[in-house]
């Protein structure tokens, strides 16, 4: 059951609580309504993809009460500092490299080496943040495809039964989404425009956004290849050839043994949570992957996407 409530500090608790025990929650923040899932949780993160219906795993954004939390899940340059010291909280997401050795989810970054951190100005967000003391992860909080939540009731419309919590805090102030850039050594690159102007981003930073040189993140939404294993990956395999590591889905057959399973009892959920984390488990094993079938239903569409741009050849 989705519990629709008005937002109040008390609230802000209870969806801290929530999120804490991997529940969903949508958080209105400054630019549009965010679909919340505990960041460091794999199997809540992969709950956004499915609830929202995702044909692919892009990569979130995580949310941060403020910079110091920021730092401890990503590494900030001192260009990457400047920026957030002008804009946070605010409408500006910065792409940064992941912190090694953290529990941040790997399904959060799509399996990149990089994440995507923003720190919402909007009084809800920060409550909830406060609370919860660790980041969540939120793309706006409708079903892939429809328009982009400005009020509680938009979420309702596309997630109701999805979620565990709606909180009601009326109308965005921004109303678009945030503008994303990733920072890297003195460079900045646009990644994708949004409510904040690229003029004041450049007047802070001192230098010009540029356009992204590398083709995945081009244009956002359509990466070709956010994240591809070194090894060779064989699909469609129901067993593993000899010199082959195996990634099963569901029971094996007898006298087949998987070096992996995404999920001994065939949860598309469950499988979503483990996918990057072993596709990066293997390709330190061994430089051939064979990969069970997967259904392509539910999330088992973002799962097979993936899998098929990994098996892809590539140059
Ligand atoms: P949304 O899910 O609607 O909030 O959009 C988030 C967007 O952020 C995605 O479409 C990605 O293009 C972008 N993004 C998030 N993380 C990264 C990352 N690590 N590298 C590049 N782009 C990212
Ligand atoms: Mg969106």
């Known amino acids: 059951m989705t519990e629709f409530a008005p937002y109040t500090p008390e609230m802000a608790l209870k969806a801290a609580d929530l999120l804490a025990q991997g529940g969903l929650v949508v958080v209105p923040t400054e630019t549009v309504y965010g679909l919340a899932a505990d960041a460091t949780n794999d199997n809540a993160v992969a709950r956004i993809f499915e609830a929202k219906g995702r044909p692919s795993f892009n990569p979130l954004i995580i949310h941060v009460e403020n910079a110091a939390m920021a730092g401890e899940w990503a590494e900030i340059s001192p260009l990457a500092e400047k920026l957030a010291a002008a804009f946070w909280p605010g409408a500006l997401t910065l792409v940064l490299p992941r912190r090694a050795g953290t529990r941040l989810s790997r399904l959060v970054s799509a399996g990149l080496d990089t994440v995507a951190v923003r720190c919402p100005a909007s009084g809800p967000a920060q409550a909830v943040l406060a609370a919860l003391g660790r980041p969540f992860a939120a793309p706006s909080a409708n079903r892939s495809g429809s328009i982009s939540p400005t009020r509680a009731t938009h979420a309702a419309k596309t997630l109701s039964d999805k979620v565990d919590l709606i909180l009601d805090a009326g109308p965005c102030d921004i109303g678009v989404e945030s503008t994303i850039i990733r920072v890297e050594g003195g460079q900045i690159y646009l990644l994708r425009p949004g409510g904040l102007s690229v003029e004041a981003i450049e007047r802070v930073a001192g230098v010009r956004l540029e356009k992204p040189q590398w083709p995945e993140i081009q244009a956002p939404g359509m990466m070709e290849s956010h994240y591809a294993p070194q090894a060779r990956l064989r ?14 889905f569901g029971p094996t057959p007898e006298n087949v043994s998987a070096t992996r399973n995404l999920s001994p009892g065939s949860d598309l ?45 590539r140059p």
Do not use: K
């Not at 699909?235 to 099963?248: H, I, N, Q, V």
């Open 269 to 313: 959920t469950e499988a979503a949570a483990n996918l990057f984390n072993h596709l990066h488990e293997l390709d330190a094993l061994g430089d051939r992957i064979a990969v069970a079938p997967i259904p392509e239903e539910g999330l088992g569409l973002a799962i097979n996407d993936r899998l098929r741009r990994a098996a892809a050849p």
């Open 235 to 248: 699909l469609d395999a129901l067993t593993p050839s000899p010199g082959e590591l195996f990634l099963a």
